[in-house]
């Protein structure tokens, strides 16, 4: 990112932020005549862009003996117009915060479905739990079906990535189906739970397991084995409230991992 990305954030265009820094090469400031030479840009249109640095602080008129001369504010200035914005930001948040619990809430909703057809439909289901900000998240997970399913990148990605924002697994396994042994380079050195973030059972034999699901606020997430390749996720209340009583049902009856 470079200067011109950060300063069109404070409101102005990409070509009034290149206007903004050709304004930064002459300090003691520079005419319309010789802004258009340095930028090759029609002096009309170099008026609009210096009406736009102006109306957002971001440049100034100088009147000289030379005549009338344009001059780019001081980075000090710039930090505090971007001072101001996130203040602005907060006020809005915060009052964004309060109006919202006045909105009533929809006593009915409608169930809302997101379906991937392709080898990268484990990816786009790790990043909506990224997204997601929920710390806990419950896994049903067969080990032997997804492990073809699923490339070691993508998995050891989403980890460091989980890790890193705090969101924890508690995942169930199929019996005799666990990640021990399992030559990934995210698991070398033995991870405990608390460094991997993770809590583990697994399931009596008699209960097997074929697509692996993930529940996450109020979305549950299926991801299929690599003969079918495709994930879905489900955002629905319901759903999610009746999987996650099979779950906690399942994790009670489950034995404890301890790897």
Do not use: C
């Amino acid at each position: 990112m470079n200067i011109t990305d950060l300063i069109v954030q404070l409101g102005i265009s990409t070509p009034q932020g290149e206007t903004f820094l050709a304004l930064r090469q002459f300090p003691e400031g520079v005419s319309i005549v010789d802004l258009s030479k340095k930028m090759a840009v029609a002096r009309p249109t170099l008026y609009g862009h210096l009406g736009a640095l102006i109306d957002h602080g971001l440049a100034s008129p100088i009147v000289t003996r030379h005549g009338k001369l344009f001059i780019a504010e001081s980075t000090d200035r710039i930090q505090e117009l971007f001072d101001e914005r996130i203040q602005q930001l907060v006020e809005s948040k915060n009052s964004f915060a309060s109006l919202a619990k006045k909105i009533p809430k929809i006593e009915y909703y409608k169930p809302r479905f997101s379906v991937f057809e392709s080898t990268e439909s484990a990816e786009r289901i790790f990043r909506d739990i990224l997204r997601s900000r929920e710390k806990e998240t419950y896994w049903l997970w067969p080990v032997e079906e997804m492990i073809g399913a699923i490339p070691e990148s993508v998995l050891a990605a989403f980890h460091k990535e989980r890790i890193a924002r705090g969101i924890w697994l508690n995942v169930l396994w199929p019996h005799g189906q666990t990640e021990q042994g399992r030559d990934y380079s995210f698991l070398k050195g033995t991870p405990t739970q608390k460094t991997f973030l993770r809590r583990a059972r697994t399931l009596p034999k008699d209960l097997q397991q074929h697509i692996g699901y993930g529940i996450y606020g109020n979305r549950v997430a299926f991801l299929s084995a690599r003969r079918e390749h495709y994930g879905l996720i489900v955002e629905s209340a319901e759903l999610h409230q009746t999987l996650k009583s099979q779950f906690d049902y399942f994790w009670k009856i489950g034995k404890p991992y301890t790897s």
